[in-house]
């Protein structure tokens, strides 16, 4: 059985337990329902600052419905209800005082598919910060701007071609003009919904060594469907199964003694 | 005669089916490829088809023939005269089906005597010829027969053969459209130079009545139309545009479920009601009513005003403009909302940022599409625009359009071939093309921007 | 990297300012959606409250002795002799006989046309069909023509009644009398004649002050001139002191002619003045509303008032020349002036009566779905415009259902994938987008031209009608045989099915429903559809009922257009009962469209 098993590496430095960072998002008896569909089950998680948390599990089982949650995207869908309680650095998400147009300038959120708007990149990238007033001048906004496409690794190549439009890229180029776009506004948290599944191989790499270095400033939270990313990019995982978290803890000790049996037979392959 | 011919025709094909059928019922079905009913359809099929052709050809064949007896009986020397032959021709026929008004002379009764009798031998001919035919297509139909004989394909063949011919009768109609007006168009054109048509200031058909001044000058130029029909399509597009557009936004991005389902049937109720109702209500209701306020305010409104007719053809485009861009404005992935609303965009940033500069070709082609609608719209600028053709743009005054005048001047009793009736050909070419031009360029756009978010 | 400032005054400003911003554009969609049920509900109201009242009409209950001298002199009861009898004469002496006072000319001519012709032959139809009925005394409900029906239903004027205070006395009982009241009983409609005369006499005044205005700048013109002579002739310029000199005569007429303008005002205005604020009697006119006293079962319109005193003329006449006590005689008006309104006041009084008498009677207007057009507003029908658009329909229908499917399975299923294909998908797009009166020009040229079809015929009508809507039927069972899943043509491939078998035998029924939706919202914009319509000829006034496809026609919506372009004020109102009449069968129509949607509803 163990022969079956993902074989992790995990680097040295990032061993050690989560208490060691600070809390960045805690999310109590957080509980999804689609309409008539119980999405979630009361799923009570802390995410540590500064890292990556991967959140895997099969199909359906509610990872990206979580990952909605913590901007507050599931608004956006009339038939979604969620309740519980999110708290970002110990402000309650849901509080009327807290403004969803300024949680979300403060949790970023990069999608599966590459979704540029069929603007220049440069108007991609400035999107952000325009609608948040903030830049004063075009030279700050250029400054952004720059500076946003370099963080995300994009720059180099696309700095002659800054008025072409973002959808010309190339699909791994795109993803990261979206990463850039996502942290132009600096948000303390970028969610990504599984930004790599329509991305091949080598832009795959791109992005996850992208994230490596992003999460020195950012808490990063990915929902995955490959065990070998959520492995090789995350500090912590969790796992979701129908719904509920199951299990969660050191992205090591998940992948090598998981406590629960079915986290066990997912990272055995047993489904999937 | 007509009647006859089609009840043997009928007859004889019900025939064939029968035989056809029974025939093949005789044989063991183990061996039969198609069904009996099949072989009885190939019967009918190898009857219909000659006496159908017997009577395409036959019937004008033999029309032609007596005419050209009749009128030769009447007068050899009319062969020529294409005006008096056809006028003399029609007295003929009027004599010979008994319903000429007043006495008809010595030669006209001999000629019509001609034409009966020939009519009549040629009608026997073509009732037989086509008894024949079918009863010839039975025969062969029956021996081709066999019990391996493939009915089916042959019927299907021919099925398809009709469905391709159905499918062409669109085909058929442009190319109809197209000579209609093209021909008629190109003998105005022998008349009216068409430098002066299409850039001339004044439009006066009526002075063109009389003979020695048809075609007379400056009295075929469409640019007063040009003017009017412009200015009642830019009013109906600045009502329409606007209040079409927000309402399709609207609907798409904040509207619940609920209120879409109570909406979307006003707007379908508005589509649906017939342009002459509209214009009933611009003539008499708005375009009053903008006079008498227009008078209270000190200004002097036409009662015709360009203003009622554009107003009430805005309303008319609405639905069209609404539901057009509700359209495109789905179409745009809902991948691009979230993006939007990820950053922090409220729903009018990522309306007006993200969505509407996303969807802007498929507006753009909506917009063609409705004002495409409005200048070739009829109804409502015949009853509430006017028809003198004043070359202003002032909204207030009363303005023509391509439409008024081409009805203006192909309503009540035309005489053929003068310039002012071929002038309204001219206009429905001129009108044909310029719609169909925006259409096309537009469905291109629609097709194009539907791929991209495909 | 600069960061998000979340926190100051400043940040919570712009929030403030960016949400203000997202309520006012909600706001402006909504404000879209509002002025579309707005219009759409000022348009139906519109067309409803116009339309409604000619749902029904208003008949004179009459009895008229069928005198056998006048329809059927030698006794023959044979129908077509009674047939051609003059009952118009019969029903007009009737009408002479219940107001006998009326001898003038011009009022006896008011009499016989408060009738419709349609009443004589309503009584001629009883009569032939019942000969039995010469010589008798026939009771029937006689058709009012249109303006008398209008008046009816309340367009006429509104009428004000109030007892008499003093004791009355009529001069006479016939033509010109006098009536005299112990009290001042017109002092109230004297002041308001004075007032009227006081408000016109202003009006010349301020006409008088702006011609007083151009007058004065005409003379300042003329200075002006005056210097430009001089100045030219101090320059020796003969050409420019000509003109100069002619301009100046031209302006010394016009100021000639203002001046006197400006004079004959201020006298009208003084003379008007005068009498509005002296206390002599007023004579009434046609712009005033109309003054009557009723007195002894009588009417006397006032053609001149004082304060206890009016002249005037008899309109009914009262049953003597006595006296009536304070309360048993009547000061009427007729608020509407007699120039604004279609009947006169003594039309107003004859009507009065026959509603007094109990006569009018207010009924459903069946006449209007049994007859044909008419001239006369009160005769007109629609049942001709109806049939026509039946015909129409028929013809449309017959030819586009099966061209439609058959040109939809074409393109859905057998056709091949190369260039022929696409023009004819691209022409069938395109051909849905032409404007409707090229349809029309296309059946003029071929229908009528070429091919030599008659004029104004249901059957061309319905042909370009079908080629106008064929592209919609195409384009809706394309829509239908697309939504069956190809699983069902697979299956019944899979069992030995041939292509066309397939498709015949299990995916056109299951498309059929789709199809029928289609096609019932062809046909309802085929129905509404009127410019082609008015191309081949079917404007013209047609009085029979059309009884087959060649006979000419018109159509609803081209029948609703000839109306509306008539000038009588009862046409308008049948213009927009024939529209309700459109409406309700295009809405009949949707809603089958939409019940068909409905119940056959399939998702897959």
Redesign the interface.
């Known amino acids: 059985m163990m022969n079956t098993m993902v074989h992790v590496e995990v680097p040295a430095a990032d061993r050690g337990p989560a208490a060691d960072r600070a809390i960045k998002v805690v999310a109590r008896g957080v509980n999804v329902h689609y309409g008539e569909k119980h999405a979630l089950h009361d799923v009570d998680l802390d995410i540590p600052e500064r890292a990556v948390t991967a959140l895997i599990g099969p199909s359906g089982c509610g990872k990206s419905t979580f990952l909605r949650c913590l901007n507050r995207m599931n608004d956006t869908i009339p038939v979604a209800r969620v309740t519980g309680r999110i708290e970002i650095d110990g402000h309650d998400i849901h509080d009327p005082e807290l403004d969803v147009v300024q949680l979300r300038a403060r949790v970023g959120m990069v999608f599966q598919k590459p979704n540029p708007f069929p603007k220049s990149v440069y108007e991609n990238v400035a999107y952000g910060p325009r609608i948040h007033g903030l830049a004063r001048t075009k030279g700050e906004l250029d400054e952004i701007v720059v500076s946003s496409l370099r963080r995300a690794g994009l720059y180099e190549e696309v700095k002659d071609r800054l008025a072409d439009s973002g959808t010309g890229l190339s699909g791994g180029q795109q993803q990261r003009l979206c990463i850039a776009r996502a942290i132009a506004v600096s948000p303390e948290v970028i969610l990504m919904d599984e930004p790599c599944s329509a991305l091949d191989p080598i832009a795959t790499a791109k992005i996850e060594e992208l994230m490596d270095e992003l999460r020195e400033n950012f808490t990063i939270i990915i929902v995955t469907h490959s065990m070998q990313q959520a492995a090789r990019v995350s500090q912590r995982t969790a796992f979701f199964h129908l719904g509920s978290l199951v299990e969660e803890g050191p992205t090591e000790t998940i992948f090598t003694t998981p406590k629960d049996r079915r986290t066990l037979d997912y990272i055995t392959g047993r489904f999937g | 005669m007509t009647l006859l011919y089609f009840a043997t025709l009928l007859s004889l094909v019900a025939a064939g089916y029968y035989f056809g059928r029974s025939r093949a019922a005789a044989v063991s079905q183990a061996a039969l490829h198609s069904r009996p009913a099949y072989h009885g359809a190939f019967v009918a099929i190898a009857v219909l088809l000659p006496m159908l052709a017997v009577f395409a050809v036959g019937v004008p064949l033999a029309q032609r023939l007596a005419e050209a007896q009749a009128v030769n009986a009447f007068d050899p020397a009319l062969a020529g005269d294409e005006l008096r032959r056809g006028a003399v021709l029609r007295d003929i026929v009027a004599v010979a089906a008994g319903r000429f008004s007043g006495e008809p002379s010595a030669a006209l009764q001999r000629a019509a005597e001609t034409y009966r009798s020939l009519r009549s031998w040629s009608d026997a001919l073509l009732i037989a010829g086509g008894l024949a035919f079918g009863l010839l297509a039975i025969a062969f139909g029956l021996r081709s027969l066999s019990a391996r004989f493939r009915a089916r394909n042959h019927v299907e063949r021919f099925v398809t053969v009709v469905l391709f011919a159905c499918a062409s009768v669109a085909v058929l109609t442009t190319v109809g459209i197209v000579f209609s007006v093209l021909f008629e168009t190109l003998r105005f054109f022998e008349r009216v130079s068409p430098v002066e048509f299409l850039f001339g200031l004044h439009w006066s058909p009526q002075t063109a009545i009389r003979a020695d001044q048809a075609g007379s000058s400056g009295a075929f130029g469409i640019i007063p139309l040009v003017a009017g029909t412009l200015l009642i399509t830019t009013i109906a597009i600045l009502v329409a545009g606007p209040i079409g557009l927000f309402s399709a936004i609207y609907l798409a991005e904040y509207a619940s479920p609920r209120f879409r389902a109570i909406v979307k049937p006003i707007l379908e109720i508005l589509a649906g009601i017939p342009t002459v109702v509209l214009g009933f209500f611009a003539a008499l209701t708005l375009a009053p009513w903008i006079r008498d306020s227009g008078g209270l305010l000190g200004l002097n409104v036409a009662s015709e005003s360009a203003l009622a007719a554009g107003i009430v053809m805005g309303m008319m485009i609405i639905p069209f403009i609404s539901s057009l861009s509700d359209d495109v404005i789905n179409a745009v992935p809902q991948s691009l909302r979230d993006g939007s609303y990820a950053m922090g965009a409220t729903r009018s940033e990522t309306v007006k940022k993200v969505i509407l500069p996303a969807a802007f070709a498929g507006i753009v082609s909506a917009f063609m599409l409705a004002i495409s609608r409005a200048v070739g719209e009829t109804m409502i600028v015949v009853m509430a625009a006017g028809l003198a053709a004043n070359l202003t743009f002032n909204p207030l005054e009363a303005v023509t359009t391509f439409t008024v005048q081409i009805k203006t001047i192909l309503v009540g009793d035309q005489e053929f071939d003068s310039a002012k009736t071929l002038a309204a050909f001219a206009l429905g070419f001129v009108l044909f093309f310029f719609t169909l031009t925006l259409n096309v360029i537009a469905l291109q756009i629609v097709k194009r921007y539907r791929e991209q978010y495909d | ?4 400032d ?1 926190e100051s005054e400043a ?1 919570r400003a ?2 403030r300012a ?2 203000r ?2 309520a ?3 706001a ?6 509002a ?3 707005l ?2 509900v000022i ?1 139906l109201s ?2 409803l409250i ?1 339309g409604l009242p000619a749902f029904t009409q208003h008949y004179l209950e009459m009895t008229v002795k069928v005198d056998p001298a006048e329809i059927d002199p030698q006794g023959t009861r044979d129908p077509t002799v009674i047939a051609s009898g003059d009952f118009q004469a019969l029903v007009r002496n009737e009408m002479r006989a219940a107001f006998p006072e009326v001898r003038d000319r011009a009022g006896r001519r008011q009499l016989d046309g408060i009738l419709s012709t349609g009443a004589a032959d309503r009584l001629r139809d009883l009569v032939v069909a019942d000969p039995g009925l010469v010589g008798q005394s026939v009771k029937f409900s006689a058709l009012l023509t249109d303006d008398a029906d209008l008046y009816y239903k309340g367009t006429g004027t509104s009428i004000r009644r109030r007892g008499g205070l003093g004791t009355a006395a009529a001069s006479a009982t016939t033509g010109d009398v006098t009536v005299t009241s112990s009290a001042e009983d017109f002092a109230a409609e004297l002041g308001s004649v004075k007032q009227v005369l006081a408000e016109r006499a202003r009006v010349l005044r301020v006409e008088a002050d702006r011609v007083r205005a151009s007058l004065r700048s005409q003379e300042a013109g003329r200075v002006a001139l005056q210097q430009g002579l001089a100045a030219a002739r101090a320059a020796n310029e003969p050409t420019r002191v000509a003109t100069f000199e002619s301009r100046i005569k031209d302006q010394d007429a016009e100021i000639e002619q203002l001046a006197r303008r400006v004079a004959e005002l201020d006298q009208q205005a003084d003379a008007l003045q005068a009498r509005a604020t002296g206390s002599g009697d007023e004579a009434l006119d046609e712009s005033l509303p109309s003054l009557l006293v009723a007195i002894d079962g009588g009417l006397v319109k006032v053609s001149e008032v004082g304060r206890s005193k009016i002249s005037g003329t008899v309109l009914l006449p009262p049953a003597s020349a006595g006296e009536a006590a304070p309360g048993a005689w009547q000061v009427v008006s007729y608020v509407t002036p007699e120039a604004n309104r279609r009947v006169s006041d003594r039309e107003v009084a004859w009507l009065e009566r026959l509603r007094e008498q109990g006569l009018v009677q207010r009924r459903f207007n069946w006449a209007f779905f049994t007859s044909g057009d008419s001239r006369e507003p009160e005769l007109a029908g629609i049942r001709g415009a109806l049939v026509g658009s039946a015909l129409m329909l028929l013809v449309t229908l017959v030819l586009c259902l ?3 499917v ?2 939809a ?3 859905e299923e ?2 091949p994938k190369n260039r022929l294909t696409e ?2 998908e ?6 849905a ?10 059946g ?3 229908f009528l ?1 070429y091919a030599g079809l008659p004029r104004s015929a249901p059957l061309v009508g319905g042909l370009v009608l079908a ?1 106008l809507v ?2 919609t039927i ?1 384009i809706a069972s394309r829509a239908a045989l697309k939504a069956v899943p190809p699983s069902i043509k697979e299956a019944a491939l899979g069992v030995g099915a ?3 078998q397939a498709i015949f035998h299990h995916v056109l029924p299951l498309a059929m429903p789709g199809i029928m939706t289609g096609t019932i919202i062809g046909m ?1 914009h085929a ?5 082609p319509l ?2 081949i ?1 079917m ?1 013209a006034f047609i009085v029979e009922v059309p009884t087959g496809l060649t006979d000419a026609a018109t159509a609803l ?2 029948q ?2 000839l109306w ?2 008539l000038p009588e004020i009862a046409f ?1 109102s049948k ?2 009962a024939a ?1 309700i009449v ?2 309700l069968f ?1 809405f009949v129509m ?1 809603g089958a469209a939409i019940v068909l949607r409905k119940r056959f509803e399939r998702r897959w």
């Not at chain 3, 990297?1 to 998000?4: G, Q, Y």
């Not at chain 3, 402006?28 to 959606?33: D, H, R, V």
């Open positions: 990297m600069r960061t998000l979340l940040a712009r929030v960016r949400y911003a997202e006012r554009f909600k402006y969609g909504l404000i879209a959606i002025l579309t049920a219009f759409l348009v519109d067309v116009k099966p061209i439609g058959a040109a399975i074409y393109l057998f056709a023009l004819i691209v022409n069938i797009n395109n051909l987008a032409v404007p409707s009166i090229v349809f029309g020009l296309l003029l040229a071929v031209n080629l064929l592209p195409i041939s292509h066309q309802a129905l509404g559809e009127t410019a008015l191309m000829g404007v919506p081209v609703i257009y509306s372009d308008q213009t927009a529209i459109l409406l295009l949707n």
